[in-house]
């Protein structure tokens, strides 16, 4: 089983960078458990002078051996400039919820991420677990974004 969930990290990480990324599941099926596309777009930070946004694809899967079905969700990583700027924005950020500090960019992006809209998802698709995932930029925003998951939540199966 954990086979299949790195797969599944690994093809929806790379299917949020796709302009279709329904297609390019739908291509690579064989490899996946992936059934559905729940959706694929931006979280946005209107406060923002440039507008910064998060591109993110929010799939479902369902394993038909154990049942589970499991809310996956990935972040894109870096791609334009904007992205690079919050790459170097290396200067430590405190969160009061947890006992540190953050890398800047990435707890920006992270920031804008609704917590609420992925516990609404959660529930309307009935899921065991929830797994965030993304590559460069991306995997950064997902643990802090996780992170904030698992603190809304009283579950181990996130």
Partial sequence: QNQE???NALFCSDAVYKSNPYQRLKCVREFHTVSKVVTAGYYCDQNEQNEQKQRCLVSLTNNEQTKERMLVI???GS???NDWKDNLNFILKPDLS?????????HKRA??????????????????KILTCGHSLGGAVSSIVHMKIVQSYDSSNI
Avoid: P, R, T
């Fill in 79 to 81: 791609d334009i400039q």
């Fill in 111 to 128: 920031k804008i991420v609704s917590i609420s809209d992925i516990k609404e998802m959660a529930i309307l698709h009935n899921v065991n």
């Fill in 74 to 76: 990935s972040f894109k």
């Fill in 98 to 106: 947890y006992l540190g500090k953050f890398h800047g960019g990435y």
């Fill in 5 to 7: 969930i790195v797969q």
